[in-house]
């Protein structure tokens, strides 16, 4: 599907899901371009005086998919390899995500190309905040609402948030999710994506009829969705996690990690790299290591057609976004009866929900309870795979498939209905 994104490699695995999805569900031409394509995509210059007096240049983005059923959301990356491709596929994913959970929005994403590590607390603050002044005119609480993703965290949020009130001359707590308790966030908004992943795992194994005590995991990516599936799966499953890693090592440990020293140890020292515990192991041969549950939760397409095949794992959870390739999948496939998948768009969509809490607690100006809030996002959890199995059993298809055509279809649902503006 060509346009503006083609040449990204990100864009074009989300453009070759969905067109494998649009055959598989009959959607007429004229509809798939304005089903796949943005409505809305901004690129802005980031003008930065350095600490030392020099001034830098950074670009950032925001793609906003569509706002057919209510505002977009989506989070903020800062990353020095984020493109405006990557952040139209990330943006698309999440609308399939949020329709899937049936929550009121379009996806949307963004944030800067910039390495946060290489910058002091001073330059990140004020590059925050003059993205965010440059965004004032594309987001709202009503228009697109930003949260944290890679690279920013509460923070950062905190600063987006003051920037846009400072604009709008009083509070607006709504603009983002994510943000400190204090100012209206809600606590275990950073840990909800991976406490939904685990409920997920769980919901999973017991589908398969599998006792969770006694399973092995892997996971890949050990930041602030791996680190608390790893502590979920450890301590709350009573698994052994056998190999866990982030981008400067990789570790194997057949007895079992103590994860609750790696989260620790990253706490204090940023990375995984000199943690004692575990035998260094090669990236490659990482994401084949033998286990029960195997957790991709760091970045797109590490799953791909040269290792798709060697997976030694029965349930594949996909706590990153876009893990898996669509010519990995077609393996996977083939491999139904060995390899469970909890696809991305529903494995990880536990943050969005958590978010959504947030941003109507703040609306409403009345919040709930952390037990309020878990249990709504259990029910949501579970509501969208009961309905992801059903499909995949009543059409005979991956459940990937089963998830992604519920989503499309809600969101296509919705654009009929409200017509095309003249």
């Known amino acids: 599907m060509e346009g503006f994104y083609s040449p990204d490699p990100v864009f074009r695995m989300a453009a070759r899901q969905f067109e494998l999805l649009a055959d598989h569900l009959e959607i007429p031409q004229q509809f798939r371009q304005r089903l796949i394509q943005p409505k809305r995509a901004v690129t802005v210059s980031l003008p930065l005086e350095r600490d030392d007096g020099r001034v830098e240049v950074f670009h950032g983005y925001r793609v906003q998919h569509h706002l057919s059923i209510g505002p977009t959301k989506g989070g903020t ?18 609308s399939w995500k949020c329709a899937l959970v049936g929550l009121p929005y379009g996806g949307a994403k963004g944030g800067v190309s910039v390495d946060p590590n290489l910058l002091s607390p001073g330059e990140l603050e004020k590059l925050a905040r003059r993205y965010m002044q440059e965004m004032i005119p594309f987001v709202g609480p009503r228009t697109d609402i930003m949260g944290p993703d890679m690279g920013t965290n509460a923070q950062v949020m905190a600063w987006f948030m003051d920037t846009y009130s400072m604009h709008a001359g009083h509070a607006v707590p709504e603009i983002v999710t994510g943000k400190p308790v204090s100012i209206g966030g ?65 570790l194997y440990d057949p007895a079992g990690f103590d994860v609750a ?143 992604m055509a519920i989503g499309v279809e809600r969101v296509l649902t919705a654009k009929r209905d409200r017509g095309l503006f003249p």
């Open 261 to 403: 020293a790696a989260d620790r140890h990253v706490t204090q020292h940023r990375t995984l790299k000199d943690f004692p515990q575990g035998e260094r192991i090669p990236a490659d041969d990482f994401l084949t290591l033998p286990c029960d549950i195997l957790v991709p939760a760091a970045i797109e397409r590490v799953i791909h057609a040269s290792n798709a095949s060697r997976l030694r794992c029965r349930i594949l959870a996909e706590a990153a976004n876009g893990p898996t390739t669509p010519e990995a999948d077609e393996i996977l496939d083939k491999r139904w009866d060995e390899v469970f998948v909890i696809p991305d768009i529903l494995c990880n969509a536990g943050g969005v929900i958590v978010s959504y809490f947030e941003w109507v607690q703040d609306l409403q100006n009345f919040f709930w309870t952390d037990i309020e809030m878990t249990d709504r996002l259990f029910r949501i959890l579970d509501a969208a795979f009961s309905a992801t199995i059903k499909r995949s059993k009543e059409r005979r298809v991956s459940t990937r498939t089963a998830a």
């Open 77 to 94: 990356r800062f990353s020095p390899v984020l493109t405006i491709g990557e952040s139209a596929a990330l943006a698309v994913w999440m």
């Open 186 to 250: 809600v606590s275990g908004r950073r840990e909800s994506t991976g406490r939904g992943a685990v409920f997920l795992i769980e919901r999973a194994l017991d589908h398969l009829k599998i006792k969770p005590s006694g399973c092995t995991a892997v996971v890949q990516g050990f930041g602030n969705v791996g680190s608390v599936v790893a502590c979920g799966l450890a301590y709350k499953s009573g698994m052994k996690v056998t190999g866990i890693s982030d981008h400067t090592v990789c």
